[in-house]
């Protein structure tokens, strides 16, 4: 299988220091937030590779840097083949650029409420100085939205029509991944049922791969072909979907599975995890999620675990074994 | 289809026949008992009514879980509860009783007094409960001083025991801490000890854990329900997560465009659904569709306010929706113990079949 996104050693941090003179005069020092830091990984074309992780865990970072809404600090995406940030030949990385669009959580914020449909969905190709002539119509449709929608303003839609325009959007420059950032978490369960059917449907239909991040552990389990789990930045675990729900052997997978409510588990009494996601500016010392983990030993404390093979997976844990 | 219809009045005739009492199976002395709640809300195009004619009980130490996809009106139910619609929403009609009395039509003052003494809130977002500028300490010791006859140094002491018994690390040291000091986890665990402080009888959680992390999230409904179950609190549950309702709830009510759809134990209705809309949002769900390439999806959405279809409001989406459907309101109708379904042509599952 080929990869059509490679990540490499992907580390993005953030200034968050207070304005220089304020740090002069509390005599603070500056501040700096690791969102992300050296991720690893592929994409391969054609499937669905799902990041989760908690709040702040670097999920939307990770898919800005890929679709180049923020520079990477340090590391490497290439998409089929083309190293976004090095490679000299300047039409070649717009021509790779129009093969990637983004999707984002909220529908009500992303469309721009003084615009009609036709010019939002048409807008990735009008941008390229392309052909928009009844664009917008077909994608409506094929969407599941009707052509006679195009002539309309976003409020005039739901929730879930407005994921759909968005998602018509996104397909207007006929892309070939799409990264899809909580694509369905404003929505409800049976509006999310229509939407993950939409983005099935277009993916066998049109060849798509999706970078899909989300929270939901259920939204993943049904999507995603590959998983990998955040946590504070990093990479803590790597498998294919089906060896992760069926073995999570990062402590922290474990922790989220069973921490996760199921629909099925009538009046269970979860033994809630231990803490919260610490403060990512002064992350914990050795392995980050020592100060929760029920497993922790000295060594965690001091030594950082590398990401490592062990069985079918990648796992970042002094004691993982297959 | 003759002997449909007939099923139809028979079934209605029970429905109405049961209704006066206990009309979801709830015990005799329910502490909160909603009967024929009805929200209107005046406009220029004419009158919206989120609120529809929803009765449910809710008894000491039973969690009510409320379901339904979003502008059912969920919140508007249990905001007419406590008193604080917006105008120009009104209760237009029905009752809402708090340990037997009747408390829709108190005046403002009083409505205050019995909201934080007898009936505690929790919303989504635990900053619109909290006072940025006072130290929490400072906001629980006022709040027990407003409701209970206690001396200041006495709240002090009871605030701390709140922040503890809500499982604040520390809490002695975080007294004169700001709102703003805490994680978002933290500081829906003051909201929840605010909520409780006065010691009421009652508890409305309007997607308390929405906004959070899962594991935060396990944590605040093991609180929640550790609470209710302690103190024998009442509780409404408001939350479209079905997860959290499946683990959380004794009892779920679903709600489809402002009137009630389903209400029974939990178990019986999640996985023996007899709503079709129930039914419905179940089949959404991932777990449902487990092996599945495609999730099963019900075609269409909610009509919006004021475009409500005739009848049953369900039925331009109803896979099982016959002429009858589009010319009466179904009632609450007896599906088995304490299960109500407001359906014409309630779905005959084996249990288990909806939920595998
Ligand atoms: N522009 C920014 N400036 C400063 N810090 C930022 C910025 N963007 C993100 N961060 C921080 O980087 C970390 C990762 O954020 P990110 O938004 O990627 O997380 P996430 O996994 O998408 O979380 P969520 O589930 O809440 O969306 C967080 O601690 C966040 O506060
Ligand atoms: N001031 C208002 N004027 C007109 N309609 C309103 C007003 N306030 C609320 N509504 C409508 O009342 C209906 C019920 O709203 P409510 O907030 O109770 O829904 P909900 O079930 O809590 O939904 P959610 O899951 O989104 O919180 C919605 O259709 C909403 O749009
Ligand atoms: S490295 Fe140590 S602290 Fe980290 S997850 Fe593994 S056992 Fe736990
Ligand atoms: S009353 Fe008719 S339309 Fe409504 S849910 Fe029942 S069968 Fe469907
Ligand atoms: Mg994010
Ligand atoms: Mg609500």
Redesign the pocket.
Known sequence: MTALVRIRHLTRV?D?SKPWLNRVIERLPKAL?T??SDVTFDIPERQVYALV??????????GKMVVGLLPPSDGDVEIEGVNLASEADKARVAETRSHIQMIFQDPYASLNPRWRVRDIVAEPVAAQGGETNGLAERLLEQVGLSAADAGKYPHEFSGGQRQRICIARALASEPRLIVC??PTSALDVSVQAQVLNLMSDLQEKLGLTYLF?T?DLAVVQHMADRIGV?YL?RLVEEAAAEELFARPRHPYTQMLFDAAPRMDAFGREVDPPKGEIPD?INPPTGCAFHPRCPIAVDRCLEERPELRAVGPARVACHLADA | MADRVQGISSRLREGTAHKPAAPDGGTDKPVLSLRDLVVEIPTRYGVLRPVDGVSYDISAGEILGVVGESGAGKSMAGNAVIGLLDPPARIASGQVRLNGESIESLPRSEMRRLRGKQIGMVFQDPLTSLNPLLPIGEQLAETIQEHLPVTRREARARALAGLEEVGIPGAADRLDSYPHEFSGGMRQRVVIALALCAEPCMLIADEPTTALDVSVQAQIIALLKRLCRERGMAVMLVTHDMGVIAEAADRVAVMYAGRLAEIGPVADVLTAPRHPYTYGLMGSTPLAARGQRRLNQIPGAMPRLGHMPEGCAFHPRCPKAAPACSQSVPQPVVMGDGHLAACHFPMTVEPQEAAQ
Not at chain 1, 53 to 62: A, D, R
């Open positions: 953030f968050v937030l969102a992300v992780g908690e709040s702040g865990s670097g999920k939307s970072t990770i950032d909580e991040i929270h955040l930045g990512p």
